[in-house]
């Protein structure tokens, strides 16, 4: 039986996986041991750690409530990780996907977990060199977990288009705004959690699924939105990594705001007829970013996604206020009111110079603040 380690409400942290680069045409390169190796000569306190394969690395804040202080704490993870990253002379990156890495030519990290991922997905797990940012919400209780991931379900796409940061994958335009999201499908176990009721039921499913010899413990769901029992919190999973760090703390402080909202709406129940549009309202988050459509399951009414976030930025106004994220919301505001995204900018760069090397030299920039 799982037990939910009950957290403070509406705390935060995020996770960050960054391409590791060469600065000679900017693909990827097997850096994550010699950057923890001299990472680690320093006494640093920060939790900075392999991932599945050899050219990335993860990043995680500790836990907080004020965004301004995960800034804060990112910023000085970022001066760390840089300075390492310049004595190697790698670079360092967002974005979703790296434009033109083939996955055959990755390396899976050494350790028993990704050894086990390797062997049961075959080639996926290469493939699964992609690099998304992950936002924990701190909850209450098991059910206050199960009932706020099932309300963040339909906020989904707003996230996704808000951080879309993939649009090139093995050297080609996919014509998505995030493709990042495409790889995690091919898992058997991605997608949306099934519906329950609370914390009971959700361990009901998952005893019999552990009895079926299909999972061993909550990392084998790939979910989109899952329960993170072992933390307390509740995990969102369908971010792009950010090209900048201040983007990433925007998109923390947003899940924060709609938390709050959440929390506090006890009128709000949540309802398996989500599920009717969920995977719709994802594909047009993925491959149209703010021009793609949103269906509301419960009216039947559509609109654009570009519309529902600004409309529910709106209403979590006076929440943002008490809250003191409204300078975040503002931050995500503007990028929605100017119509372009970390995938647009990615694309311009490319049609500016002809040269996925270079754009990929660009985004590095970006996230070292060069």
Same mark, same amino acid.
């Given at each position: 039986?799982?037990?939910?380690?009950?957290?403070?409400?509406?705390?935060?942290?995020?996770?960050?996986?960054?391409?590791?680069?060469?600065?000679?045409?900017?693909?990827?390169?097997?850096?994550?041991? *010699?950057?923890?190796?001299?990472?680690?000569? &320093?006494?640093?306190?920060? =939790?900075?750690?392999?991932?599945?394969?050899?050219?990335?690395?993860?990043?995680?804040?500790?836990?907080?409530?004020?965004?301004?202080? @995960?800034?804060?704490?990112?910023?000085?993870?970022?001066?760390?990780?840089?300075?390492?990253?310049?004595?190697?002379?790698?670079?360092?990156?967002?974005?979703?996907?790296?434009?033109?890495?083939?996955?055959?030519?990755?390396?899976?990290?050494?350790? *028993?977990?990704?050894?086990?991922?390797?062997?049961?997905?075959?080639?996926?797990? +290469?493939?699964?060199?992609?690099?998304?940012?992950?936002?924990?919400?701190? $909850?209450?209780?098991?059910?206050?977990?199960?009932?706020?991931?099932?309300?963040?379900?339909? &906020?989904?796409?707003?996230?996704?288009?808000? /951080?879309?940061?993939?649009?090139?994958?093995?050297?080609?335009? &996919?014509?998505?705004?995030?493709?990042?999201?495409?790889?995690?499908?091919?898992?058997?176990? /991605?997608?949306? @959690?099934?519906?329950?009721?609370?914390?009971?039921?959700?361990?009901?499913?998952?005893?019999?699924?552990?009895?079926?010899?299909?999972?061993?413990? @909550?990392? =084998?769901?790939?979910?989109?939105?899952?329960?993170?029992?072992?933390?307390?919190?509740? #995990?969102?999973?369908? $971010?792009?990594?950010?090209?900048?760090? #201040? &983007?990433?703390?925007?998109?923390?402080?947003?899940?924060?705001?709609?938390? +709050?909202?959440?929390?506090?709406?006890?009128?709000?129940?949540?309802?398996?007829?989500?599920?009717?549009?969920?995977?719709?309202?994802?594909?047009?988050?993925?491959?149209?970013?703010?021009?793609?459509?949103?269906?509301?399951?419960?009216?039947?009414?559509?609109?654009?996604?570009?519309? =529902?976030?600004?409309?529910?930025?709106?209403?979590?106004?006076?929440?943002?206020?008490?809250?003191?994220?409204? *300078?975040?919301? #503002?931050?995500?505001?503007?990028?929605?009111? /100017?119509?372009?995204?970390?995938?647009?900018?990615? !694309?311009? $760069?490319? #049609?500016?110079?002809?040269?996925?090397? =270079?754009?990929?030299?660009?985004?590095?920039?970006?996230?070292?603040? !060069?």
């Amino acid at each position: 039986m799982l037990e939910f380690n009950n957290s403070t409400p509406l705390t935060m942290g995020v996770e960050l996986e960054l391409q590791i680069v060469n600065r000679r045409d900017y693909n990827l390169t097997r850096g994550s041991d *010699d950057l923890l190796q001299i990472i680690n000569k &320093t006494e640093h306190g920060y =939790d900075i750690k392999p991932e599945i394969t050899e050219s990335m690395i993860e990043i995680a804040t500790s836990v907080h409530i004020d965004h301004h202080e @995960m800034l804060t704490e990112l910023t000085a993870m970022r001066t760390l990780l840089v300075a390492a990253a310049d004595k190697l002379n790698l670079g360092l990156a967002g974005g979703g996907a790296h434009p033109f890495q083939h996955w055959e030519d990755q390396r899976i990290y050494p350790t *028993d977990r990704y050894r086990l991922v390797s062997e049961l997905y075959g080639y996926l797990a +290469k493939q699964f060199t992609v690099y998304g940012q992950h936002i924990h919400i701190g $909850c209450p209780s098991g059910d206050e977990a199960i009932r706020l991931a099932h309300l963040l379900a339909r &906020t989904m796409p707003h996230f996704i288009t808000l /951080s879309a940061s993939s649009p090139f994958y093995q050297g080609v335009d &996919t014509t998505f705004q995030s493709s990042r999201l495409t790889s995690i499908n091919a898992f058997p176990l /991605s997608g949306t @959690m099934p519906f329950v009721n609370d914390w009971e039921a959700f361990n009901a499913y998952f005893d019999k699924m552990s009895r079926l010899g299909i999972v061993a413990s @909550m990392k =084998d769901f790939y979910w989109d939105i899952r329960p993170k029992p072992e933390y307390g919190t509740v #995990e969102i999973r369908v $971010c792009d990594t950010p090209l900048a760090i #201040e &983007t990433a703390v925007a998109l923390g402080a947003y899940a924060q705001t709609l938390s +709050k909202y959440f929390f506090t709406q006890r009128d709000l129940h949540p309802t398996a007829d989500t599920a009717l549009t969920y995977s719709y309202n994802r594909f047009q988050a993925c491959r149209f970013g703010l021009n793609g459509a949103l269906i509301n399951p419960l009216t039947g009414t559509q609109s654009s996604i570009k519309d =529902d976030i600004l409309q529910t930025f709106d209403m979590l106004k006076d929440v943002a206020e008490e809250m003191g994220t409204d *300078d975040a919301i #503002e931050l995500l505001r503007r990028r929605v009111l /100017s119509g372009q995204s970390d995938a647009d900018w990615l !694309r311009a $760069c490319y #049609e500016k110079s002809g040269s996925l090397s =270079d754009v990929v030299r660009q985004q590095s920039a970006v996230w070292m603040a !060069r």
